[in-house]
T-cell receptor
Framework: ETGVTQTPRHLVMGMTNKKSLKCEQH?????MYWYKQSAKKPLELMFV???????ENNSVPSRFSPECPNSSHLFLHLHTLQPEDSALYLC??????????????FGSGTRLTVV | SQKIEQNSEALNIQEGKTATLTCNYT??????LQWYRQDPGRGPVFLLL?????KEKRKERLKVTFDTTLKQSLFHITASQPADSATYLC???????????FGAGTRLAVHP
């Protein structure tokens, strides 16, 4: 257990479904991130939240909608996804809000399959 | 834009040898360069960070070097063990609110 908990671990959803991914950290970190990892590809940054405020939206389609109700919780709401959205979705956090100045703590990810 | 290049072919080595993994970046010199380990189906685990004004960093059996002239970082694991088998990711950032950009990783297999 890294201190960053993601649920569910696995999710299969149809293209017309709506689902949410949840991320929780009790490390007292100030920044939280959503990354997408597709097979054989680098991690792609999706969203960044610093002190609960969104500071980065990396041109992510609107079918992905993040929510950060407090500094410990981060959600990714999913609707009308496409099969190419199937991937491992990783949540991470860091104490420092300056990018890269300290290592990120990642959760174990949600393996999403869109059918 | 910045691209991170890591060898896509797996590195196979014998237990007890030193594993050396390479990370090359194509554009600006990053303020920070990080290495992570990732096991199948798990999230990456942070290992080491090196800053642009540092040449080398060590932690137990791990050593990272940073050569801004070659635009390259090398990651070494000495006295490698089968438990070191995993995918190793390199990541760079300019700092500030810029993105932490990852490479696709290199898979290391340490054989008994």
């Amino acid at each position: 257990e890294t201190g960053v908990t993601q649920t569910p671990r696995h999710l299969v959803m149809g293209m017309t479904n709506k689902k949410s991914l949840k991320c929780e950290q009790h490390l007292g970190h100030n920044a939280m991130y959503w990354y997408k990892q597709s097979a054989k590809k680098p991690l792609e940054l999706m969203f960044v939240y610093n002190f609960k405020e969104q500071t980065e939206n990396n041109s992510v389609p609107s079918r992905f909608s993040p929510e950060c109700p407090n500094s410990s919780h981060l959600f990714l709401h999913l609707h009308t996804l496409q099969p190419e959205d199937s991937a491992l979705y990783l949540c991470a956090s860091s104490q420092d809000t300056e990018s890269g100045r300290e290592g990120y703590t990642f959760g174990s990810g949600t393996r999403l399959t869109v059918v | 834009s910045q691209k991170i290049e890591q060898n896509s072919e797996a590195l196979n080595i014998q237990e007890g040898k030193t594993a050396t993994l390479t990370c090359n970046y194509t554009n600006y010199s990053p303020a920070y360069l990080q290495w992570y380990r990732q096991d199948p189906g798990r999230g990456p685990v942070f290992l080491l960070l090196i800053r642009e004004n540092e040449k080398e960093k060590r932690k137990e059996r791990l050593k990272v070097t940073f050569d801004t002239t070659l635009k390259q970082s090398l990651f070494h694991i000495t006295a490698s063990q089968p438990a070191d088998s995993a995918t190793y990711l390199c990541a760079v950032s300019r700092g500030g609110y810029n993105k932490l950009i990852f490479g696709a990783g290199t898979r290391l297999a340490v054989h008994p």
